[in-house]
């Protein structure tokens, strides 16, 4: 591809005639010409294969980044501007750059990240994100800038609603979203009535200064008396935000450009952009199997992870014949190729041009569209693409389908364009398949108006609610009679069948019927039961659950038509039925942040200072591992992974990849020079397998090419042979087949036998819980660069862990570690994942290298990422526990079981941080846990912020919360007593702390007898209860659940304590490294790697602190291993403490040295003082070094000291559940945390927000699922759902704990690790989740101890509702029978 920037001449795009071809009659220009950034780009016959993300990036935009590739992440997000000469309007849209073919963009204006704004003049969408804390890692910010950027540009003053809503199509892994909405919501016209925050004034809380979120909020300037920190406001003065000094639309594209027919020719592909319906319909008579292209959002996905190759692309996005629409007294046609955010306006001015009843149609198009993917996907897709595709879960079929809407059908037949109607009812044959033959396109479609006394409805029910596929959705559509008589019915339904379906059967046993009779509910009910039959090992799984939501859909849209044509009924009245038929409706979300101490005498220490790299994340330039340049030689790396889960490799045949040109080797085993196996802590992995491969995604070799398509294409053609083995893959099966590392641990204290002998009660139960993917927004990505010159290797690598990685590497190469530097600049997210598992890529690599001498680069694809990274440890906890009838635990027996995979990694270490939390809060004093590791052939199950921790205390939340309600106490009074007994202790103790029922106290041993000093949490959750005001929304919620039978609340109140420290003393030591320059400035560099957490700018906060210098004056460049030595992996929360005292150890000894000239040059510069230093010889470099004083713990004997301290907290949390869809929303969380004296309170409140919002996660909507051959099913962001901007509680109030004195606490600055130790609290949803199931089935007379599986989906939720919809709906598995997919 030949690239010509050329200036446009004279305001005039020149177009030469030798740049044309003439093909089958039709003159094609063979020049791609657009704007980038305000800059004219002309490109000569680029490759029809190349995306707009690879081509940014590869002219050095790299702020644009790739995150999924499947239009899942909005990493990509990037602005296109394009003008409409035939109603001379400019329009604005964001798109994902990971799908838009760079083909696509000819005649617009594409604006990235770097167009927007720079560190030096951001744009106020920019510094607006950086100031108000909304960059952690950085990776997905420059994507949800441009959100926000195109949001602005097409509507400079949008609502708070419209604001919350732009963000559909962008995830973060890291903030938990709350800082980047308030950020956002800056730009929000303003309210009617400013800064109604509901917060009560009569409590003696403090966040009443805190807003509503807007920038120019009443409350911006008051100050308070009381100095603690409002983060919301921290009085910066923002840029004005000024639509009019927006990069301008290209004049030239509105004066001189004109389309012309384009065909590009590139090394697969050819590339058609006819001008003309004409030329579309010849080009297909020509290229019958040339494909359409419209928004790419099928066929991108397709070629990208389905690996089709279409030869011939045949581009109508924007073939203006197949746009417009056109409104007539029948209804409403438009073009097939119209955008659906088009769709969805032109359904809105329709809606408005006829009479009420008509527009039904209409509205539930536009109620389904509403959900339609995200925003970036909507400005692109076509309704064309959906109904030609024909997914059985499409959005817009079912509608379609139901309601007798008609297709054109268009083809080129002797010369002259021929067109056909078809009714949608008609058109689908199959799976994805459909009455067009091969020449034939579709051109318009036609939705009918509907009839007075006709109803359409839409539903759709899906994992998450925004930006996801449908699990089931329909269209459903009556026309009745006066006598409220059925004349006409159409049900379309979705994700029942192979293709969108009809129910012809319970339609006509409908029709004549009476609508409104409850007989005829439950006939219709029980034929759709009949006619919709699923099997337990369906599809895409879910029978019950599936059946459930058909029945669910059709109970609501019953009592909605009741309603609007005034059918009374005996069970409801009208609000009973308004309350049911809708979805969840979430409010617009508002945050509060209570943080600080009273007092404070540091200069920036507990300072909010933003991320030292926000503003850099923000505007693109922050450099991550793939956005290094290209250096000299470089060739890229593909992995060769298993795809079967347990079989012994026979053969492995690399020739046909070898024989491709550029493809410059092959490594497998064979290769390694030095050791080929390798693990953290047991070494039982090899770099590439050599005979047997133990799950799907190990890497059995790597292909080495001259660039990434190369590479991967040759990958694919490399050949092995497998003999199977028979596999395990879930923990259940382990313990059948007795699979198990031969590493056990166990903890005994007490005597739980005797105990349970005189134990009132004794309940056993069993508690499972599901895995998690990390989800880091970067996927694991290298660079290995071999120097040629004495076998010197420097690694650049998004890992946790540089010091393993140079360490292991060095093995494998079979050279010294001195020979190798590993260095990492930043991480787009690690949360654990990339502290061992990041290091097999880059093993693999280093062999390429070590043999080609060459650099070679490899960032791994997000389905590879997720195949083969590893994730959170599923765990199963079998319990028995006793109990006194006061409600005092005596006796917990908990057996743990957790699917570690493949291989150890360091699952025994997980392990044991799940039994040492097994007890979360509660004294029990005799216990006995005992852990298994599974040996399955899953992927090697790995570190996930918490470690283990997290599940060990679900078990005993869960056995806390069944053992209550087998007791039939409320959970609350088991935790902390009764009422009333506690009252009278507060009048004596001051209430806070003391003898409460189940919680430690102060100086208890836990049960691996650590004593608990500084113990806070019975006044954290007592301080919780009152501020959530718990004892009266759980009287309303009461209330509530007796009035509403399909809509339940719940309510939970949650602890948490942490221990802090690795668990292998080893690993907690740090060192620092510190110098500074005669002209006064500092270089700070330490072993921890910064990943989004604050760590940087934190350790530059305790070195300015420390040398009295100003934050500005000190710097840091990266980690590496040359420099600061022998580093942990940045984990374990203790990151912070452990590098912050070796930095201030190395400012200690600086100082020191400077102290003399200080005292001597009172009125001087520090550049003066240390200018001084220096010529008096002084040495002005110094490192610093730490290792956690008194812990070191012995498993054999249960004796030495665990942790060093416990971050400790306690959540509230109310949810809302839909009992017919088992939808959530979480409608206001209370959190407090103890977080010590936080050396930032604005990166804390950080990790508090995104570490609650990730526990959330895990125990909601994210759900690891496996297919019985070993594949992982959910492998990329369109099955595997994170939470979303809309998924955090709508009332979210952040308390950090001020009101301790921490005697014992021996760390930095009396500050505690927080990154882990909030996640848990993401349980609170889950365990108010539980409890609203609980009313749920008390309605229904069932009393039944819930026990629910975590993670809580909505298929969890509905059918644990046992209601008589869901129980009529349950299919039971045949003998032998295995559900489609399984969790492991
Ligand atoms: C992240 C993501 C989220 C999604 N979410 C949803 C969702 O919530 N609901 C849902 O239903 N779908 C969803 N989809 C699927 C997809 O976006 C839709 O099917 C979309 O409507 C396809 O339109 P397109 O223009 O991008 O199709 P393309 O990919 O351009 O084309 C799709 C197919 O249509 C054919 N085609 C296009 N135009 C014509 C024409 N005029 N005549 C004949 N054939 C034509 C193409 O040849 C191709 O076979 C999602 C996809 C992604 C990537
Ligand atoms: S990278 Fe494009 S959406 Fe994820
Ligand atoms: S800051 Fe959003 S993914 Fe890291």
Redesign the pocket.
Known sequence: MNELVSPVVDGKINIEEKDFIIDHDIKFYKKLRFYLNGTYVELDNPDPDITLLQYVRSVGLTGTKLGCA???CGACTVLISSYDPTNQKISHFSVNAC?APLCSVDGKHVITIEGVGNVKNPHSVQERIALLHGSQCGFCTPGIAMSLYALLRNNPNPSEKEIEECFDGNLCRCTGYRPILDAAKTFAKPAVKCCESDVDKKSDRIEQNNGCGRGDCCKFNNSNSFSLLNLKFPQIKFKQYDATQELIFPPALISSYKSYPLYFLGRKTKWFKPNSLNELLLLKLKYPQG???????????EVKFKKVNYNVLIY??DLQE?KGYEFTDDGLTIG??IT?AQFQEILQEAGKNCKEYQAETFKALLANLR????HQ?RN???????I??G?P????NPIFLSTSCMFTISCYNEMSCVSREVLAKEFWTGYRQNT?TSTE???KIFIPLSKERQFVRAYKQSKRRD????IVNAGLMVHLDDENVVKNVGFGFGGMKNVSVRTPLSEEWLIGKKWGDENVLKGLLNNLREELRLSFDVPGGMASYRKSLVSGFIFKFWYDVCKNVGISTKEYNDDDINEFIGIIERNVSKGVQTVGFKEDDKKVIGKEIPHLSAMKQVTGEAIYTDDLPKVHGELYGALILSQIAHAKVLSIDASKALAISKVKGFFSAKDVPGENKWGPVFHDEEVFVSEEVQCVGQIIGLVVAESQAIAQEAALLVEIKYEKLSHILTIEEAIEENSFFNIDRKIIKGDVDEAFQHSDHVFEGETRIGGQEHFYLETNASLVIPKNEDNEFEIHASTQNPTETQIVGASILGIAANKIVCKVKRLGGGFGGKETRSIPLTLALMVGAYHLKRPIRCMLDRDEDMIISGQRHPFLGRWKVGVNNDGKLRALDLKIYINAGWSADLSAAVLERGITHSDNCYYIPNIKITGKLCKTNIHSNTAFRGFGGPQGMMITENIMSEVADKLGIDVVEFRVGFESVRVEKMEHKDGLCGDEKNFYSEGQLTHFNMTLNDWHIPSLYEQVKRSSEYERRHQEINKFNEKHKWKKRGISLIPTKFGISFTALHLNQAGALVHIYTDGSVLVSHGGVEMGQGLHTKMLQVAAEALSVPLDNVHLMETATNIVINTSSTAASVSSDINGYAVLNACKVLSERLKPYREKMLDKSFKEIVKAAYFDRVNLSANGFYKTPDIGYDWDKNEGQMFFYFTMGAACTEVEIDVLTGDHTILRTDLIMDIGRSLNYAIDVGQIEGAFIQGVGWCTIEESLFLPNGHIFTKGP?NYKLPGFRDIPQDFRITTFRDAEYPNLKTIHSSKGVGEPPLFLGSSVFFAIRDAIKFARKANGNNDIVVLRSPATSERIRMACMDEIAIANIVEPKENEKGWVIGV
């Open positions: 499947e239009g899942g799908l494909k359409l292209v419209s928004g790419n959002t099928e066929v991108g996905i109508v996005g197949l097939a190729n659906l959900w339609f993917a995200g996907i692109v897709a076509t309704p064309a693409g959906n030609i595709t997914s879960i499409s959005d817009l067009c396109i579709m051109t930006d996801d596929i449908a369109g």
